[in-house]
Nanobody, 126 residues
């Protein structure tokens, strides 16, 4: 079972930026697609898809709400996934989770992701 540990969350004012990281415990990181999801317990009961990336990073997908502002990337040599978040708004406030896909192709369905990190809090103030 791969372990995923997120970092980089914090508090920022609207318009600011944050970069999230997710480090995987196993060297097989480079064999499966990865994704980011988020959940604001005060607003939504389900985790919302944010972004996904294929094994070698050639395919990426984004939720419409973050397209053009967020960028997902990965460094397979360092078993690390990133999420660069720019022009943040209060609506981006949530706990952000990284997740491992069951296969190498990037998908957006939560059911395709089989391992999850503990999450990192992102708070954006107006």
């Amino acid at each position: 079972q791969v372990q995923l540990v997120e970092s980089g969350g914090g508090s920022v004012q609207a318009g600011g930026s944050l970069r999230l990281s997710c480090t995987a415990s196993r060297r097989t990181f480079g064999t499966y697609a990865m994704g980011w999801f988020r959940q604001d317990p005060g607003k939504r009961h389900e985790r919302e898809f944010v972004a996904a990336i294929s094994v070698i990073g050639g395919d990426t997908y984004y939720a419409d709400s973050v397209k053009g502002r967020f960028t997902i990337s990965r460094d397979n040599a360092k078993s690390t996934l990133f999420l660069q978040m720019n022009r943040l708004t209060p609506e981006d406030t949530a706990i952000y989770y990284c997740a491992r896909n069951r296969g190498p192709a990037a998908t957006m369905e939560k059911e395709d992701f089989i391992s999850w990190g503990q999450g990192t809090q992102v708070t954006v103030s107006s």
